[in-house]
């Protein structure tokens, strides 16, 4: 599908040194230096360089030189040796000579008998081939050492005038050659001898004619083996006139160029393989008096060298591109004929030339004719392509008058008009028509060409003639034109790329403007021979975009570059409009990216080079969307917009290949639901095996949900419904398995419903059946499409499938006459059977026992390939069974107890201890077991069975209350003492109507077991509410720490020895409490000198750490990351670092081990430990005052200056101070350093905290313990 299209055209003339006799005959390219070296008729050598191509001169500069020779020798053979930098003649005497350019020295180094008749160095550069006036082929090396001679014998005079040296530098032995050749003149005559080897090697094209045949010559491919490839004819059949001058292979063995001798005029032919078929692709034509020859450059493959004998030289550049219309449509042109394909209806390939076609509703095709000519084709509406395939039709050529020169540039501007590039004076326009070449204008000029057809259109044909053309206006250009792109933004316009990257705009009847783009004028950095517009859609205004691609594969966008590695783009809307929403870029590393417009518009796309190469260890992490081309050099010719969503790739074999992204399907699909093409977007899911989620997803379940009365009509298929319906799951497949796939922006266009909450599978399926009953006449397909729906819901609804299937079944054992009704459903059989295809059969086996229906039941485990054995004695034994019996055990078997209680209950009193087993066995039942049991000794069993549960379960607080519910006091005051309620013991002991004996017995227990619970608190109540133990109740107090209270009842008692009591024991607490408060400071100190010390070796081993990573930063990505990793391993002071790393290379086994070591020994700081800072700074905190030690202290403090020990509670309470002080500034010392990168002695001093601590937070709660009245100053 490429189309070698002439993008540029330059010529100049050589300024000749001799006579008007003089002629150009030779001609040779030096690569290093970019210079063509021509030898003349009178032995003149000219040497220009390829950049004076640039200059708008029409003469060239050139470096003139002469070669001596003898009167009446002249040089027959020229070429430039690359390795002696000079060039080497061969003369019609047999003079080898060398000449030295630069110095302009020229060496005879050999005499050849019988003169030079042609010479081929080799591509190797080591070996010279030349045939000499004898026939004789010789071979010979650079030194001039004679290799290999042999004759030529058997050769028809004159036909010996060329060699060619195959790629290995070898040419064909003499034997070879001979046979070979004899091989070949047995059926067909070669024509003057016309060879030439493919630069690869691979084959050698020759020129013949069939002894038999006086037609066309031809051209014959050959292996290496002398073996015949293929061939091809160079003209129509029968037509004699047409000869060969020469053959050329460019230097991608990919285009061959020959010089053929028509009747009248000379042309230069362009043949391209494909398909395996040679297609002609150019003909430029030039006058015989010209002399025209050509030779390609042999760095750039697409660029061609002519010149002629008047000393005319051209530089031909070509480019590959593509004539693919919006609607898929491919215009070919091979030689004469134009091949139309659709490719959206055909993917057939047939090669294609450059064609141009108007962007109306009718499809109009414009070609330019190597003769000069214009010729246009109207085609009828594609959908009567079908009747017109493999039918020819002759087109003929247009009318005009005015000259149009030579087209290099052409594009519909409307559905009458034509822009053009057309170029004139040069020798081609010399072969042109009579109109053209009837024309004073030289120079490039811009021209609008108005076209008209003077014949009725006729439906469904093609119209071939009648056209006419005219030129209405005409632009001169100062500099070349390299591209014409239409703009769809605006009316009769065109954006035009000159040489150089410029870019302006043209408009009809109003020329050349600037062309301007929203954010300032547009223009390319480089030359760019591929360019297309697309209009797009910038927040709700439509605006072109222009896209450039240079010979480099830079793509750039409104002048900014974008992709510095693209071998080919297009674009693809997903609308019936022009407006492109996707730019479809394909890299050199066959990589295709789709890439959103809106993106490229707000940059999001990155417009660099990042983003279009691929990371192979990063690709899973890639958001980006692309596809890896299989074919290598393969090159987007095209694509199917809307919802056919394809891009159409041509390989290098020629052969066409469709590809179906899956960002662009995703797109159609969004693009169908949006408009609420349902059925579209079905079909373009199950056609490219997209998840069936995606139409629910898309817009959320809760926007489909009110559309899918809408959805089922559309469909209108219901075996597409239940594909529809079995694909459903509980999952958002736009966040999980699309993820990478963006549909944001296209979800807030139409609905505004998406929603994580509810059951979506149940909600769409329930949606989807009542659109099925409500619209969708009875049938069949119908029903089973609705059990579908239940059966797949979630959870699944089978006992409602069964009732329907129930229904059909007692319907078919009544006999209905009814046939209309037992048509529209289908049988029970075949429903049950599709009901067990969609569920597990256990599970309906069990749904149909729920049921209560044996005969269902039965069916169910007959249809599912069940063994009667296994359960037809269960169905009989359930079928002797009372109904209440049976529906309890089936209850039991499908664990549906609530069930089986309601049924065991009313089953009646026989099966009261069934019932007690039932809730015994599932606790869970006694709340209803208590609702549905009436008698009352009955129900006084369900509460002491349910106290003794909760008693085995060890909550005896609720046991003892159910105990109470029933009048069990005995088991109710056990419960309460296994509890520790002593509360509750002693108030059931009144219910039971205890003695004072017993009671104070009672007491005298619960008392030693509260006590030795550790709640001295509570016994000292019991010792002195029901014991009277006054002195017992007051050490209990004492235990508790409860000084006031033990202080209380001492004086309420005035008894001495228990106010003395009282206080020997708090002075001995509160002297107690002072050495453990002042132990606790030296610990404070401890702690956090060890802390600064491990936190100041941190930082400087970080700061350490830091230096030595900078050493790093210049080496590679893996040995950085290895480095890194292995310093990171080292650190014992980066918490998390050795952690990570650890988790990286151990099992998840010994990690858990770990982690319960550390558990164990989390009580010890170990030193040296990556723990160890954060440890100590924790310690520290844990060594707060707790608020109950707080309360404790305080209590003490007033019991001391009661019994008037004012000096004890003055030290007690100044050393506690102390201490909360010193642990308050170490802990605030310790944060502030933790977030500090450095520990300044002087700034992080621990007296400067103490003093601060002490003058600020006195006043705080953490410090109302105190009395005021020792607070010191």
Not at 196 to 201: A, D, H, Q, V
Not at 1227 to 1256: G, P, W
Request: with cysteine; proline share 3%.
């Amino acid at each position: 599908m490429k189309n070698l299209k002439l993008f540029s055209e330059v010529s100049q003339n050589i300024q000749l040194h001799s006579t008007e006799d003089e002629v150009v005959q030779f001609a040779a390219y030096d690569i290093d230096q970019s210079r063509f070296f021509f030898a003349s008729s009178p032995n003149f050598v000219y040497a220009l360089h390829l950049s004076s191509f640039q200059s708008a001169k029409k003469n060239l500069p050139v470096e003139v030189c002469s070669i001596d020779l003898e009167a009446g020798d002249f040089i027959t053979a020229f070429d430039y040796l690359a390795e002696k930098e000079s060039l080497l003649i061969g003369t019609s005497r047999g003079l080898l000579l060398v000449h030295e350019v630069d110095s302009s020295v020229t060496e005879l180094v050999g005499n050849i008998e019988g003169g030079v008749k042609c010479l081929s160095p080799s591509p190797t550069g080591d070996l010279l081939g030349l045939i000499t006036g004898f026939g004789q082929l010789l071979v010979m090396t650079y030194d001039w050492v004679l290799m290999y001679e042999r004759a030529i014998s058997e050769i028809p005079e004159g036909e010996a005038d060329d060699v060619s040296v195959n790629c290995e530098g070898l040419p064909f032995p003499g034997e070879v050659m001979e046979s070979t050749l004899r091989r070949w003149v047995r059926n067909k005559r070669f024509h003057e001898g016309i060879l030439e080897w493919m630069p690869s090697g691979a084959k050698i094209a020759a020129v013949y004619k069939k002894k038999s045949d006086d037609g066309c010559p031809s051209v014959a491919f050959f292996e290496r083996n002398g073996l015949e490839r293929s061939s091809f004819s160079t003209g129509e059949p029968g037509d004699a006139n047409v000869s060969f001058e020469s053959l050329k292979w460019n230097s991608a063995s990919d285009l061959l160029a020959g010089v053929v001798s028509c009747k009248t005029h000379d042309a230069i032919r362009v043949w391209f393989f494909s398909n395996n078929h040679w297609y002609l692709k150019q003909e430029i034509r030039y006058p015989k008096e010209a002399g025209v020859m050509v030779m390609w450059d042999p760095t750039k493959p697409t660029q061609l060298i002519c010149w002629t004998q008047a000393g005319q030289v051209t530089v031909c550049n070509f480019m590959w591109v593509t004539a693919v219309m919006e609607d898929s449509t491919a215009f070919v042109v091979d030689n004469s004929k134009i091949l139309v394909t659709p490719l959206s209806l055909s993917l057939m390939p047939p090669p294609m030339d450059i064609a141009y076609y108007s962007r109306n509703s009718k499809s109009c095709l414009a070609v330019f004719l190597s003769d000069g000519n214009l010729s246009f084709v109207e085609f009828p509406a594609r959908s009567t392509w079908e009747e017109l395939e493999g039918r020819d039709f002759n087109v003929e050529v247009s009318e005009y008058k005015t000259a149009l020169g030579s087209v290099i540039h052409l594009l519909w501007l409307d559905v009458h008009s034509l822009l053009c590039v057309s170029a004139y004076g040069s020798s081609q326009n010399k072969c042109i028509s009579s109109a053209s070449s009837e024309t004073e204008l030289h120079g490039s000029y811009v021209q609008e060409v108005e076209v008209v057809c003077y014949e009725d259109h006729v439906p469904d044909q093609v119209t071939c003639s009648g056209f006419g053309a005219s030129v209405t206006s005409q632009t001169p250009l100062e500099s070349p034109v390299i591209a014409l792109a239409w703009n769809p933004s605006k009316r009769d316009s065109a954006f035009v790329e000159f040489e150089g990257g410029k870019v302006l705009s043209y408009a009809s009847r109003s020329g050349f403007m600037e062309a301007r783009i929203s954010d300032g004028s547009v223009g390319f950095p480089s030359t760019c021979p591929w360019v297309r517009v697309a209009q797009v859609d910038a927040g709700g205004v439509q605006k072109p975009l222009i896209c450039g691609l240079d010979d480099m594969g830079r793509l750039y966008i409104n002048g900014k570059s974008l992709c510095n590695n693209c071998s080919s783009f297009s674009f693809y809307s997903e609308l019936d409009n022009e407006v492109v929403t996707h730019l479809i870029i394909l890299t050199k590393q066959d990589f295709l990216f789709i890439v959103d417009t809106e993106d490229v518009l707000q940059g999001e796309a990155a417009l660099g080079n990042v983003y279009f190469v691929i990371d192979g260890r990063k690709r899973d992490e890639e958001v980006m969307s692309y596809v890896n081309v299989w074919e290598k050099g393969a090159k987007v010719i095209g694509v199917l917009n809307g919802d056919e969503a394809a891009v159409v790739l041509q390989t290098m074999r020629g052969n066409l290949e469709i590809i179906y992204p899956r960002k662009l399907v995703l797109s159609s699909i969004t693009n169908a639901l949006s408009q609420q093409r349902f059925k579209d977007a079905l079909n373009l899911v199950r056609r490219h095996r997209i998840d069936f989620n995606v139409i629910v997803d898309v817009y959320g379940w809760q926007s489909f949900l009110q559309s899918a009365v809408e959805f089922v009509e559309q469909v209108n298929n219901l075996n597409h419904v239940t594909e529809f319906v079995c694909a459903m799951k509980n999952e958002d497949v736009t966040e999980t398995l699309y993820k990478k796939f963006s549909f944001s922006k296209k979800r807030d266009k139409v609905f505004q419903g998406k929603d994580l909450s509810g059951n979506k599978v149940s909600s769409v399926l329930q949606a989807i059946r009542k659109a099925l009953e409500e619209h969708i006449p009875e049938s069949p397909s119908r029903e089973l499409c609705i059990l579908t729906t239940l059966a797949r819901s979630d959870p699944p609804a089978i006992e409602e499938s069964l009732m329907r299937i129930k229904s059909v079944r007692e319907m078919e054992l009544l006999n209905s006459s009814d046939d209309s009704r037992k048509k529209s459903r289908p049988s029970a059989e075949e429903a049950l059977k599709h009901l067990l295809w969609l569920l597990d059969s256990e599970a309906v086996f069990e749904a149909a026992l729920g049921l209560y229906d044996l005969n269902l039941a039965a069916i169910v485990a007959l249809n599912s390939q069940r063994d009667p054995k296994e359960f037809l004695p269960y169905l009989q034994e359930l079928e002797r069974m009372s109904e209440p019996l049976m529906h309890f055990n089936i209850d039991l078997k499908l664990k549906r107890f609530d069930s089986a209680l309601k049924n065991i209950v009313s089953a009646g009193d026989d099966y009261f201890p069934d019932c007690m087993n039932l809730m015994k066995k599932n606790p869970q039942l006694f709340p209803l077991g208590l609702q549905l049991v009436t008698d009352t000794e009955k129900k006084q069993a369900v509460l002491e069975a349910w106290a003794d549960h909760l008693t085995d379960e060890k909550r005896f607080e609720d046991a003892a209350t159910t105990y109470l519910c029933c009048f069990n006091l005995e088991k109710a005051s056990k419960a309460y003492r296994e509890c520790g309620d002593w509360s509750g013991v002693l108030r059931v002991g009144a219910l039971m109507k205890l003695s004072k004996d017993e009671i104070l017995k009672l007491a005298y227990e619960l008392c030693e077991e509260v006590n030795a619970l550790g709640k001295p608190g509570e016994a000292a109540k019991i010792a002195l509410e029901y014991c009277g133990d006054i002195s017992g109740g007051v050490n209990l107090l004492i235990n508790a720490r409860e000084w006031e209270e033990a202080l209380r009842v001492a004086f309420l008692h005035t008894e001495d020895g228990l106010i003395s009591v009282v206080k020997s024991s708090a002075l001995e607490c509160a002297s107690g409490l002072v050495s453990e408060f002042k132990d606790s400071i030296e610990k404070v100190g401890k702690y956090l000198t060890r802390y600064l010390a491990v936190r100041q070796r941190r930082l400087l081993l970080a700061a350490k750490l830091k230096s030595e990573e900078r050493s790093v930063i210049d080496l590679d990505d893996d040995t950085a990351s290895e480095a890194s990793s292995n310093l990171s391993g080292m650190s014992a002071y980066t918490l998390g670092t050795r952690r990570g790393s650890a988790a990286s290379v151990t099992s998840s086994t010994a990690t858990k081990a770990r982690d319960l070591r550390r558990q164990r020994k989390s009580g010890k700081i170990r030193a040296g430990s990556a723990g160890e800072e954060m440890a100590l700074v924790d310690h520290l905190k844990g060594m707060r005052m707790t608020e109950g030690g707080k309360r404790e202290l305080k209590s003490l403090l007033i019991c001391l200056v009661t019994l008037g020990e004012k000096e004890a509670a003055h030290k007690l309470q100044q050393t506690a101070e102390n201490f909360q002080v010193a642990q308050v500034a170490a802990v605030e010392l310790a944060d502030d350093t933790v977030s500090s990168e450095s520990v300044d002695e002087e700034v992080y001093s621990f007296e400067r905290y103490v003093q601060k601590t002490r003058s600020t937070a006195r006043g705080s709660d953490a410090f109302s313990w105190m009395l005021k009245v020792f607070v010191s100053p």
